[in-house]
């Protein structure tokens, strides 16, 4: 046996197992990109599809829609709807958009959910590198412990005198949104390379993370995946503050009567 045809046996015998290490060794730990919910019990939420405020007619409100229902799905404690359900209610309501805040009432009610997020897109450019801008209003159903935010216009309407029965309740609007957030993204921005670096890894099928990362910034599909991963963690964090401030501001009851000594 000439020393060739040693060297190809052994090839042939060692070449498996260097596939396998490779694939083995080479594959990342899949990271784990999960939500907590800030909520006790479980909670059904729906998404309206957005307005496009950007004068782009590319902005497609369903498809902002469509990933952020993947995003609060993917919540730990929270089901979404999907769209196509949101979509029948507003055929049968005859609502072509949600522009207002009584459309926004009237579509939580008749689906029935306990969150109904709205908002728009603000921004988009899907030119290298892409811009996007989205603004995003929660409405869940009234709770009379939860902060509502100030109506300007109901101090105008109000009465200058203490004696004319003012109720603070006048200065409120009810069903308004609970929670408020909008961001713009920029991919060439420092603060949003930084995100995208953070949500790019572990989540493709290389182990080229540069490569991966530069995918975020060039293919807008992409890019409007990783803008609805961070509004929608911005909108689960802002009503984990809430939560928390609306039960450190609950009155917690008179003090105990001290014992009869």
């Not at 490779?22 to 019990?41: D, F």
Request: aromatic residues 8%; negative net charge; contains cysteine.
């Amino acid at each position: 046996m000439t020393s060739e045809q040693v060297r190809l046996i052994w090839t042939r015998l060692l070449l498996p197992a260097l596939v396998i290490f490779c694939v083995i060794g080479c594959q990342r730990k899949p990271v784990e990109h999960t939500i907590p919910s800030p909520y006790p019990g479980r909670q059904v939420w729906a998404v309206a599809p957005l307005r496009n405020e950007t004068g782009s007619r590319y902005a497609d409100g369903l498809v902002m829609a469509d990933e952020l229902t993947r995003v609060f799905e993917s919540v730990e404690g929270i089901d979404a709807l999907p769209l196509n359900r949101v979509l029948e209610a507003m055929d049968a309501l005859r609502l072509t958009s949600i522009g207002s805040r009584d459309d926004a009432i009237l579509l939580r009610e008749a689906l029935g959910v306990d969150a109904l997020v709205v908002g728009s897109m603000t921004h988009y450019d899907a030119y290298d590198p892409p811009k996007l801008g989205l603004a995003l209003d929660l409405y869940t159903w009234p709770n009379d412990h939860d902060t509502k935010p100030l109506d300007i216009r109901g101090l105008t309407w109000a009465p200058t005198s203490d004696k004319a029965g003012i109720r603070r309740s006048m200065l409120h609007r009810p069903e308004q949104p609970v929670t408020t957030v909008s961001g713009y993204f920029d991919a060439a921005g420092v603060g949003t390379k930084e995100l995208i670096e953070a949500y790019a890894y572990g989540r493709g099928s290389t182990p080229n993370t540069l490569h991966e990362q530069r995918l975020y910034t060039i293919n807008m599909n992409l890019f409007q995946e990783f803008v609805s991963h961070e509004m929608g963690s911005q909108l689960i964090w802002a009503e984990w503050k809430r939560l928390a401030q609306r039960n450190r501001d609950e009155p917690r009851g008179p003090a105990p009567l001290p014992e009869n000594p």
